[in-house]
């Protein structure tokens, strides 16, 4: 990829999480685990998908399915800084007045499904590319996992199937940030080593560093990996990326700012310094 097309993605990335950071006040949002995606799924949508405002209904266009749905806001900046949505929507965040929260709503444009319940969406995005196989297309269809949602049985299940039917228009990526709500995910169910499961699942698997817009691109332009199985991208991510004062933090998955701190956090995502915060982590167990 050449560096002026990576500054383009880098700047549109640190648009996208200006928007997240906007979004983590008067009620809040899952800010870290968002900011581990932005850089993919600004990749992904910038550079990768044929998906755009206008073919939103075109049943040859690709398909991204955010199986972990509490990453919207992520998905809610791309969607404005490429014109799927307007700007002023995100200012109906947990209103009733809009369809703006915590999870994606198939009323928001370019949305494909509901999410919210960790480990459905492997399934539904299987069920996508096998219809458009069965109908001789060959549009991409992604989903996007947490490492945490792992856990739950639903996704190796679809694996399995994928790969009993060989479904190679199937990609699975993981959006590796090491960590399940407020816990290390190998202090609580430990995933490595990952990529030998998805492996011994029938799937054909690349790891890559998911902030890297060179190794992204060399990954999902390989695609498929395979003529005959799913391909799987696991994409090491950081919590919080973009963020020093809560980067890798276990209590900053979930964070509601006061209106100071989100000016102040602003700050930080063009200075790299990391700013004061006093609001109220998030702890369940």
């Known amino acids: 990829m050449l560096p002026e097309k990576q500054q383009n993605l880098a700047q549109l990335a640190l648009r996208v999480r200006e928007h997240i950071v906007r979004l983590s006040t008067d009620g809040g949002c899952f800010t870290g685990a968002s900011l581990s995606c932005a850089d993919l799924l600004v990749y992904l949508y910038a550079n990768c998908l044929n998906v755009r405002p206008d073919n939103l209904t075109d049943p040859t266009r690709d398909y991204l399915f955010l199986s972990k749905g509490h990453d919207v806001p992520a998905l809610y900046g791309t969607f404005v800084e490429l014109g799927f949505i307007d700007k002023a929507r995100l200012d ?36 996508v590319a096998m219809d458009c196989k069965m109908r001789g297309q060959d549009n991409k269809v992604i989903v996007i996992t947490g490492d945490g949602e792992l856990n739950e049985g639903t996704v190796w299940e679809s694996l399995l199937v994928a790969s009993a039917h060989k479904v190679n228009n199937l990609t699975l990526v993981v959006d590796r940030n090491h960590f399940q709500a407020n816990v290390a995910t190998e202090d609580l169910i430990p995933l490595e080593p990952l990529a030998p499961k998805f492996e011994a699942f029938g799937c054909e698997v690349r790891r890559i560093d998911g902030h890297d817009f060179a190794q992204l691109e060399e990954a999902f332009s390989a695609l498929p990996f395979s003529d005959t199985k799913p391909s799987v991208i696991i994409c090491d991510t950081v919590r919080g990326r973009g963020l020093p004062s809560i980067e890798a933090r276990a209590d900053r998955w979930f964070c509601n700012f006061s209106s100071e701190e989100v000016e102040e956090l602003l700050r930080e995502l063009h200075s790299q310094v990391a700013t004061t915060l006093t609001s109220e982590t998030l702890t369940v167990r």
């Open 92 to 127: 109906q965040h947990l209103t009733t007045d809009d369809h703006i929260y915590w999870h994606p709503n198939r009323n928001v444009p370019g949305v494909e499904f509901h999410s919210g319940s960790l480990g459905h969406l492997p399934s539904v995005a299987l069920g």
